[in-house]
């Protein structure tokens, strides 16, 4: 079933309407900041709807995919060879194609965060100050090499063939898991994911952090959405960002309080309603024959990467 857009991702919607058709050059950054959070929520609003489509990953059995990331990171943690990181980025990017998703939304995300984690973070690396080997491209030359700490620096500072090696693979790793990370959860609603983790026996405490941070996040970004918008109709003239900054810090205490709160009720709501700490699954559908054979041709391909 398709739930309807929350309210407060249209309230958020107005405020960005209400700054724009103001003629405003500069936005306040507290506008900007909810804004922002209103784009993010929406999009991960959306790609949950979008989840219920009818791709080939879309109406696989949740407890083969998951099944199937789990054995995928694994074979990508083990591998330490170009080629099989070459033709496992080319693997995912085909499933995510037959997949009907919007392929651009999701390698920004893999691009921008694989760049991030992957190359830049390991970039030092590739320098033969950190990973020793032939100099492929020389950066700096000293007149005598030096001794600085426990560290050696030669005389000639560059990028090795090897340490140029572990950059690319850790940065294919990166991006591999990412890339099918965000397929299984762009092709799977939230809630079969719980059950298929249920299934493989992830403990209830894991589950149930994960559910509620799910569930109220959008609660308590509409509480704020909320606060801003009432503050916001009180005042005829601009705030300015000294006054906003005031502000923010006190309704983050607010929110620290209301937080609190919050759960302390849904604790009491849920006990009051039978639960006893524990997920129960009351039912699911059995696997398949189309199930088994998208199964077994993926855990196939698992397998014949390990000897790529």
């Given amino acids: 079933m398709r ?13 960005d309407q209400s700054v724009r058709g103001g003629g405003r050059a500069d936005m306040p950054y507290i506008e900007k900041g909810i804004r922002g959070l209103a784009e993010f929520l929406n999009e ?30 694994i074979v990508i943690s083990l591998k330490s060879s170009l080629m099989s990181g070459a033709v496992t980025f080319i693997f995912i990017f085909l499933l995510a194609a037959f997949g009907r998703i919007n392929i651009i939304s999701m390698y920004k995300k893999v691009l921008l965060l694989g760049i991030f984690f992957g190359f830049f973070l390991s970039a030092p690396s590739a320098l033969n100050v950190i990973v020793p080997g032939k100099v492929i491209l020389p950066l700096i030359t000293f007149s005598v090499p030096y001794d600085l700490w426990i560290y050696h620096i030669p005389q000639v500072v560059g990028i090795t063939d090897e340490g140029a090696s572990r950059v690319a693979m850790l940065t294919l790793r990166v991006m591999n898991s990412l890339s099918i990370s965000f397929l299984v959860l ?4 939230f809630a079969e994911i719980i059950k298929a983790l249920k299934i493989f026996r992830v403990p209830d405490m894991f589950l149930l952090i994960i559910t509620m941070t799910y569930k109220y996040i959008y609660t ?10 009432a503050k916001k109709a009180r005042l005829a003239a601009v705030t300015s960002n000294s006054e906003a900054r005031e502000w923010i810090a006190g309704r983050v205490a607010f929110i620290f309080k209301r937080t609190g709160a ?29 199930d088994l054979i998208k199964g077994v041709c993926l855990f196939a391909a698992c397998i014949g990467f390990l000897f790529i």
Wanted: charged share 20%.
């Fill in 3 to 15: 739930s309807e857009i929350p309210s407060f991702l249209l309230s958020a919607s107005l405020v």
């Fill in 44 to 73: 991960g609003y959306s790609q949950w709807e979008r989840s219920e489509g009818n791709g080939f990953l879309h109406s696989l059995d949740p407890r083969i995919k998951i099944a199937f990331w789990l054995s995928l990171i």
């Fill in 186 to 189: 762009y092709t799977t609603p």
């Fill in 220 to 229: 308590l970004a509409r509480i704020v959405s909320g606060m801003y918008l």
């Fill in 262 to 290: 919050e759960c302390d009720e849904v604790l009491k709501a849920m006990t009051a309603r039978g639960f006893s700490g524990e997920i129960r699954l009351y039912h699911y559908r059995a696997l398949r024959a189309g």
